[in-house]
């Protein structure tokens, strides 16, 4: 099972909004409602962002949002700040091998 | 607390055993959906392997055959037995809990809990 495909980087500036994307295939992003993203700062676990596209757990500010189009989700970060640089996951539930991650995007507030 | 602990890394050599244990706390083990996520030195999130509360496990590709997902009940804690283990195992290993909703309903791939994660090198 290929990983799903992510930018290896993005950046914006304090106050801004990014957007990170996740492609997969009709095999998983395409076809279920079961896409996470996580974020990673250096040397920690990942902390979990987003669950089934769009929806926060208890705890994540409003700034974080998901969507999806297609075989394509996405993840924004408006109202960037120096807090949210990290390495951010995409995941999804796959039909052959149950979940699988996308490559990482390493986001940077300039 | 709701609380993750792994333990049981190390350095291994190739062909060697390893058995990590994720010790859980504020929850049950058995009542959830547990897997396994490994990540390589620099590089990214890899799905290992998943048991299900009523029991049923699976496994990536790469590791099947090889390594054994189970839990003790009575511990509160979930195992990874890794055999005949190779260079390109060499990872962080987290044990993570799957969420869910109060009805039992799972948000399949989505872990909400994460241990601090447990190094495993395999190297001679």
């Known amino acids: 099972q290929s990983a799903l495909t992510q930018p290896p980087s993005v950046s914006g500036s304090p106050g801004q909004s990014v957007t990170i994307s996740c492609t997969g295939t009709s095999s998983d992003v395409g076809s279920y409602n079961r896409v996470s993203w996580y974020q990673q700062p250096p040397g920690t676990a990942p902390k979990l962002m987003i669950y089934?596209?769009?929806n926060r757990p208890s705890g994540v500010p409003d700034r974080f949002s998901g969507s999806k189009s297609g075989n394509t989700a996405s993840l924004t970060i408006s109202g960037l700040q120096a807090e949210d640089e990290a390495d951010y996951y995409c995941s999804s539930y796959t039909s052959s091998s149950f979940v699988v991650f996308g490559g990482g995007t390493k986001l940077t507030v300039l | 607390e709701v609380q993750l602990v792994e333990t049981g890394g190390g350095l291994i050599q190739p062909g060697g055993s390893l058995r990590l244990s994720c010790a859980a706390s504020g929850f049950t083990v058995s009542s959830n959906y547990m897997s396994w996520v490994r990540q390589a030195p620099g590089k990214g999130l890899e799905w290992v392997s998943v048991i299900y509360s009523g029991g049923s496990t699976y496994y990536a590709d790469s590791v099947k055959g090889r390594f054994t997902i189970s839990r003790d009940n009575s511990k509160n804690t979930l195992y990874l037995q890794m055999n005949s283990l190779r260079a390109e195992d060499t990872a962080v290993y987290y044990c993570?809990?799957?969420?869910?909703?109060?009805?039992?309903?799972?948000?399949?791939?989505?872990?909400?809990?994460w241990g601090q994660g447990t190094m495993v090198t395999v190297s001679s």
């Open positions: 993570a809990r799957e969420g869910h909703d109060s009805s039992g309903y799972y948000y399949v791939g989505a872990f909400d809990i």
């Open positions: 089934e596209v769009s």
